[in-house]
């Protein structure tokens, strides 16, 4: 009974950092804390370049971390835009396109940062991935319009706006089971009463707002989609009112898939020119086999109403559809749906689908390879309850290996928890200015496996100043020693490694030196070796062996 008792009791010590803590509280993981407080004085983050185009809104809040008060200033900005001096935010209509090299100012009592953003007046939008939230992975279809005033009041409060987490994008759950006003559009269920107030709220701190849905006449949470079998849009399992009060399909009368199919009419023009309305700024579309016919559809029915709207495809897409994609996408699914699990990470990440996106991926295209599962997420039952949230199953390790890879891959980085209930280990991971600078980096190449096997892998990825991110991942159950040297990685000369969790120089290496750490099980060690590639006249041997 003893030895039975003894083994009872390792495996509840073994499980209990995943299920035997109450769900409710955050794990204590404040010694895996790396990424430091950001200085009083000011510094500016997020992209460094970003497009609009000609005769659309234009927004772009200049994301700076120090003490407030902070004045800004932007000099060289296109004609149409202005600057609010005291929030930072840039608002206005460019109409002449070209490229402006803009001298951004972000000063307070202790100091001034100055920073230069490229402002292209062009025809491609998202030139660096899209950053933000989306509702799916905590609320599912319960989610509500004030979740997501929730979640704004998060990114003010806790600073996140400042590091470029912008878009509040709203998943599958927000439709009634109707279409109406002016536009003869999907009309919001109760629990969104007001889409242009919180659109408004929203722009008017510098976000931006997602929305949801699909080609098929309902979606797979089953709420109505934007085709429909009805020329005037009325759904046949609507009208025998198998519904409920949200306008979510009863499945105990209706099959859940057999909504899941084109509607011989499109809705996409009445269905864009509201969103447009409401001030909507990226569209999460969804189905499954993507086609061209409807991605074009509703490609063109965004195009028509003149704003800039983020055009992301959803899920599963096959790499034959890339030439497709590149033209009328911004963003576009590489997998599916993600979880809390080592496996799933890992089978997202590191999966070899990825690579073959690498020759479609660069500004204003972004394969995504899905949403954050850090911080407190859940998926549970279908329906509009709690969905039993809980602290994420990944480890510490596991989720810094899961930021990494995300940022080397130029990835869209939409977090996926509850933002009401953020604790310090996860503000460590969306507030790191030089992580967050990889993934944004205007040369947009998205990081490929250099070296590695089924027990490790190293991703290098080129940045724009000629420096190397490089990420070395230690795929294994044991600690691991990784390592490269310059010269393998085509650097010429001494350079030095910078850790980029730590943001903290680690020394030198010369070129035919081996640079080596220990990386924790499931964990990485990133870091960015520069100056890389100068460009400077060499004078002298420079031997590669």
């Known amino acids: 009974m003893k030895v039975y008792l003894r083994q009872f009791l390792l495996l509840v010590f073994l ?6 803590l109450p769900q409710d509280k955050a794990p204590d993981y404040s010694a895996y804390i790396l990424t430091p407080p950001a200085p009083d004085t000011p510094r500016i983050n997020g992209p460094k370049v970003y497009g609009a185009r000609p005769g659309a809104d234009f927004l772009f809040r200049i994301p700076a971390t120090g003490v ?30 070209g490229t402006y090299e803009v001298a951004l100012k972000a000063t307070n009592a202790l100091g001034t940062a100055e920073r230069t953003l490229r402002i292209v007046i062009g025809d491609k939008i998202a030139l660096t991935p899209p950053m933000g939230w989306s509702s799916w992975n905590c609320w599912g279809s319960g989610i509500t319009q004030e979740h997501c005033m929730e979640t704004a009041r998060a990114f003010l409060e806790h600073d996140l706006i400042n590091y470029g987490w912008t878009y509040v994008n709203i998943d599958d759950g927000w439709q009634s089971g109707r279409r109406g006003g002016k536009y003869n559009a999907i009309v919001p269920n109760e629990t969104f009463p007001d889409m242009k107030g919180l659109a408004d709220f929203l722009h008017a701190n510098g976000m931006k707002l997602g929305i949801y849905s699909a080609p098929w006449v309902g979606t797979y949470c089953n709420h109505i989609g934007s085709s429909c079998d009805d020329p005037e849009g009325k759904y046949w399992w609507v009208e025998q009112g198998f519904i409920d009060e949200y306008g979510q399909m009863d499945k105990t009368k209706v099959k859940r898939d057999s909504v899941w199919y084109f509607g011989e009419y499109s809705f996409a023009r009445q269905d864009a020119r509201q969103w447009a309305e409401w001030g909507v700024d990226y569209l999460k579309y969804d189905w499954n086999a993507v086609d061209a016919w409807w991605l074009k559809d509703m490609r063109e029915a965004l195009l028509a109403t003149g704003r800039d709207i983020v055009y992301s495809i959803s899920n599963h897409i096959h790499v034959t559809m890339g030439e497709t994609l590149k033209d009328n996408a911004e963003c576009w699914r590489t997998g599916g749906d993600i979880r809390d ?12 689908r990825n690579a073959w996106w690498a020759g479609y991926a660069g500004p204003g295209n972004w394969p995504d390879a899905d949403m954050l599962v850090i911080g407190r997420v859940g998926w549970g039952k279908e329906g509009r309850r709690d969905h039993e949230l809980h602290w994420t199953h990944l480890t510490p390790d596991e989720q810094y290996t899961h930021i990494t890879l995300w940022a080397m891959l130029a990835s869209p980085l939409m977090i996926g928890c509850d933002m009401t209930r953020l604790d310090d280990f996860t503000l460590n991971l969306l507030r790191n200015s030089d992580v967050i600078d990889v993934n944004q980096d205007p040369l947009g190449v998205q990081a490929v496996k250099y070296v590695g096997d089924e027990t490790y892998a190293t991703y290098v990825k080129p940045l724009e100043d000629g420096s190397l991110a490089v990420a070395m991942f230690n795929l294994s159950d044991q600690p691991k020693k990784l390592g490269f040297r310059p010269h393998n990685l085509d650097l010429i000369g001494t350079q030095t490694v910078r850790d980029l969790w730590r943001q903290q120089d680690l ?19 990133f870091v960015k070796v520069y100056p890389g590639n100068t460009g400077e006249k060499l004078v002298g041997r420079y031997p590669y062996r």
């Open 341 to 352: 699990s080592w496996a799933k990470l890992h089978g997202n990440g590191f999966s070899g």
């Open 507 to 525: 020394g030198q290496v010369e070129q035919t030196k081996r640079w080596e750490t220990e990386v924790a099980p499931h964990g990485v060690v």
């Open 68 to 97: 407030r008060p902070m004045a800004f200033e932007a000099k060289g900005l296109p004609k149409g835009l202005k600057l609010d001096g005291d929030t930072g935010i840039i608002t206005g209509i460019a109409r002449k396109r």
């Open 15 to 20: 499980f209990l950092p995943t299920i035997g």
